[in-house]
Antibody
């Protein structure tokens, strides 16, 4: 079955960077978009970034532009999220999630399935 | 502040029907983009509940149904069960964001 397994929890100091991984299995990695979505404590879900694993093309939410980089390694069917210049506002659970096949219009995408989530705590 | 607006909470007794609204604008629901719904049980990742406004993935009970009209959408849950206690999120596409956008989430309490 389709699975997305994320790396473990991280504790970082303000100003540091964090890299979260998402290892996929059960489907052809290059055929489906992968997104990152986060949820801060007491807040809703917030879209951050997406990648086309075949081409490597990325798209970022304006709020995170300049601070976020999404990459992939097709040899191991994994996606990564790099977030720099961390502040306490970045404390959140970060989810990777698969979307639809890349030949569909992005505007029609729903997100399924989701990784288990990675807690990132930013604290001095 | 979320782009899509949901009520923070709804509640109902077992067996009752509840609805959760999701209100957008001309850059998302009003532009004709579909709405999708997710259920997040405590301590778990979100799970797709409804896609394409009204479609249920395999395994989702037909007690859950969705609809969309103009800039608004609704999720209806009939025959409420204790296991339905969760947070529910709507999602669509937003042209301003050039990506997915979510509602703030609604906590369902089964009394």
């Amino acid at each position: 079955q389709v699975q997305l397994v994320q790396s473990g929890a991280e504790v970082k100091k303000p100003g540091a960077s964090v890299k979260v991984s998402c290892k996929t299995s059960g489907y052809t990695f290059t055929d489906f978009y992968i997104h990152w979505v986060r949820q801060a404590p007491g807040q809703g879900l917030e879209w951050m970034a997406r990648i086309n694993p075949k081409s490597g093309a990325t798209k970022y939410a304006p709020k995170f532009q300049g601070r976020v980089t999404m990459t992939r390694d097709t040899s191991i069917s994994a996606a990564y999220l790099d977030l720099t210049r961390l502040t306490s506002d970045d404390t959140a659970v970060y989810f990777c999630v698969r979307a639809r096949e890349t030949y569909y219009l992005e505007s029609t995408n729903w997100l399924d399935p989701w990784g288990q989530g990675t807690l990132v705590i930013v604290s001095s | 502040q979320s782009v899509l607006t949901q009520p923070p909470s709804v509640s109902g007794a077992p067996g009752q029907r509840v609805t959760i609204s999701c209100t957008g604008s001309g850059s998302n629901l009003g532009a004709g983009f579909d709405v999708h719904w997710y259920q997040r049980l405590p301590g778990t990742a979100p799970k797709l509940l409804i896609y394409g406004n009204e479609n249920r993935p395999s395994g989702v009970p037909d007690r859950f149904s969705g609809s969309k009209s103009g800039t608004s959408a609704s999720l209806a849950i009939t025959g409420l069960q204790a296991e339905d206690e969760a947070d529910y999120y709507c999602q669509s596409y937003d042209t301003s964001l050039s990506g997915p956008t979510f509602g703030g989430g609604t906590t369902l309490t089964v009394l």
